[in-house]
């Protein structure tokens, strides 16, 4: 293994609700750790249920939080240390994609002015004529090109263009990472699979790494190098993707990809699909042992330690399911 | 059952009529779930408006009927689109698509829930009454009679999708339409939500009639289903077949782009996007995109006819 190109160091941020001295805390991600190398670029996948956390992790990585406990390195910069942080770089090494694209751009703005910002304003290009040359370059990378974007706004696009230009209004300057939070949720089953396959080709065209935040589990499975499930704010389970997703070490990841509607493969009539309402559970204790159908008495009480069954996995589980 | 009657509804925009649902004939027949897929602004939301009687401006039905008919307490029963307003809840009822935002969140969900019921029931019972069975219904579908005092935004997205089928079905309607019910949902609670929708429909042997561009859960969920592209049904069939041996170019690609756990092989989407409504293509509307399309495609429609029994394909090939 080479260098690592992001690392999070025990990553956790906590948000209080509700008034100062009343208010709860809700430890949104929990002590996360987790790597990418640099040596290529690869696309990890942050899979978990509504709520535990996956958004959150992304705006850390993207610095529009700042973690409570842990750091983040990213190149060999850390996030903690503000004599490292130069915000034109970073903005230019790290850009996000998110969900919903006709919220990416303003309804009253041409979607072409934001791709001539992000060219212009971070310097990639010298005057005009050089970031036109770029985004349409750009742009023709997803399938579109400069002539059929210039002067059109928001609402004269279909979902799954504008996200092809959201991705590309990422991609104009050249980042080593991708963060993209949900990039497919709103869009249908064939059009999701142009944007992921897009994925790969870019990772190869132009070397760069995703962090890829997804509930559709079998697109994560069909895009991801890596996958990472989390379970109320803790990472439970990391490793290959296939490994990971034909062969889940953790209870919950197994879950997971039991409830997947899959074509070829009926749903037995009365599986038990464990309730997702919160209950409460013991702090020290294992958080998913409430609805572990093999919890023993040791989950109930202590939290497992990471462990490393097989090379490249890494599970946090008292019973993993792999040895 | 439902009998969609060659219907064909359009919306009135300033730049004239868009056509979105086109001379659509087909059953829904009794007790089956029937799935309806197909990409996004096909028309699936429109047709189950008119379906449902919600035919308010800017849309109106230019042409044809919809007919429910069926038993309710031994007693038969037989109205048609104009009629169906009256029935709502008792012989139909709709769930909508991103029902769960659609409930106020400030009020709490008994109050929504008696809004709902009709005005004859209200007029016999009791709102206490109503409240005391709602929330019986709601402990034989595992779900806490407290509920009703809650407001939508206590509760989770999933808990109010269920509450939201809960209260759909109270009156056992014969007819269930549910649009898109578990697209914002994850996985663990979709899989909840659906098992609980094919109990209900195994208990009341009613209809169920659901929208979904996720064709996984259409495998899942339905009996039968139909695939519609640009405002018309391209197949319609029993799901299984559907799936095993799709015949319309559009099915295949659009089974065929489904990744699958266990399977890393290149998946291509469908190149190209569905033709504007405005301006919609004078042949069949896949052409542009269908590789095997020839001359006769680009000129003429084809028609909506049954290939084997129980097998509906729009196709020339
Ligand atoms: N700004 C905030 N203030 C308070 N709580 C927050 C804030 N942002 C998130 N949370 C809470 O932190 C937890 C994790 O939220 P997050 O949005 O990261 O989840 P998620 O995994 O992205 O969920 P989803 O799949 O629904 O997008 C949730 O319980 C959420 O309510
Ligand atoms: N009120 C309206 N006025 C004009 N056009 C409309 C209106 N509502 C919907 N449309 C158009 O009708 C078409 C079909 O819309 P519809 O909501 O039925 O699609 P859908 O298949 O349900 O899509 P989705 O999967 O995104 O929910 C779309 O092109 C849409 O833009
Ligand atoms: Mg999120
Ligand atoms: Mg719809």
Sequence with gaps: MGQTFLELKGVTKIFRIGGILRGKKLVAVDNVSLAMDSDEPTILSVVGESGCGKSTLCRMILRMYKPDEGDIVLDGHSYSNPKEYNPRQFRMEVQPIFQNPYESFSARKKVDTYLFNTALRLGIAKDHREAEQRI?????????????????????????????????????????????????????????????????????????????????????????????????????????????????????????????????????????????????????????????????????????????????????????LIS | MLKIDHLSTSYRTIDGKVHVVNNLDFTIRDNEIFGIAGESGCGKSTLLKAIYDIVEFPLEIDSGRVILSGEKDGRPFSCESGEIRKTWWNHISYIPQAAQSVLNPITRLKAQFLDSVPEKIRERESDQHILRQVGQYLEELDLSPDLLNAFPFQLSGGMRQRVIIALATFLSPNVV?????????????????????????????????????????????????????????????????????????????????????????????????????????????????????????????????????????ACHM
């Excluded at chain 1, 499975?221 to 990971?244: H, K, M, N, Q």
């Excluded at chain 1, 037995?268 to 919160?278: G, R, V, Y």
Aim: with cysteine; proline share 8%.
């Design chain 1, 136 to 320: 349409d370059e750009t742009l023709r990378s997803v399938g579109m090109s400069l002539p059929s974007v210039r002067d059109k706004y928001p609402t004269q696009f279909s979902g799954g263009e504008l996200q092809r230009i959201s991705i590309a209004r990422a991609l104009i300057t050249r980042p080593k990472l991708i963060v993209a939070d949900e990039p497919v949720a709103a869009i249908d089953a064939s059009m999701k699979m142009n944007i992921v396959n897009l994925f790969r080709q870019l990772k190869d065209q132009y070397h760069v790494s995703f962090l890829y935040i997804t509930h559709d589990l079998s697109t994560a499975y069909y895009v991801s190098d890596f996958i990472a499930t989390l379970y109320r704010g803790c990472l439970v389970e990391y490793g290959p993707a296939r490994e990971i997703m034909e062969d889940p070490a953790h209870p919950y990841t197994e879950l997971l990809m039991n409830a997947v509607p899959r074509v070829g493969d009926k749903w037995k009539e009365e599986m038990a699909m464990p309730d997702t309402e919160d209950k409460e559970y013991a702090l020290s204790a294992c958080k998913f042992a409430p609805r572990c159908p093999y919890a023993t008495e040791e989950c109930r009480e202590k939290q497992p330690e990471m462990t490393n069954p097989g090379k490249s996995r890494k599970v946090a589980c008292w019973h993993p």
């Design chain 2, 177 to 313: 339409l549910a649009d898109e019910p578990t697209t914002a949902l994850d996985v663990v609670v979709q899989r909840g939500i659906l098992m609980m929708l094919m109990r209900l429909q195994k208990q009341l042997k009613n209809t169920i009639v659901l929208v979904s561009h996720d064709m996984g859960v259409h495998y899942q969920v339905t009996g039968r289903m139909a695939i519609m592209y640009s405002g018309s049904f391209v197949e319609l069939g029993k799901t299984e077949d559907i799936f095993r041996s799709p015949i319309h170019p559009y099915t295949t690609m659009l089974i065929g782009a489904l990744p699958r756990v266990g399977d890393r092989g290149q998946k291509i989407g469908i190149p190209g996007q569905p033709p504007a409504l405005t301006d919609p293509p004078s042949g069949c509307r896949f052409a542009p995109r269908c590789p095997e399309a020839t001359e006769r495609c680009r000129c003429e429609v084809p028609a909506f006819r049954e290939v084997k029994p129980g097998r509906f394909v």
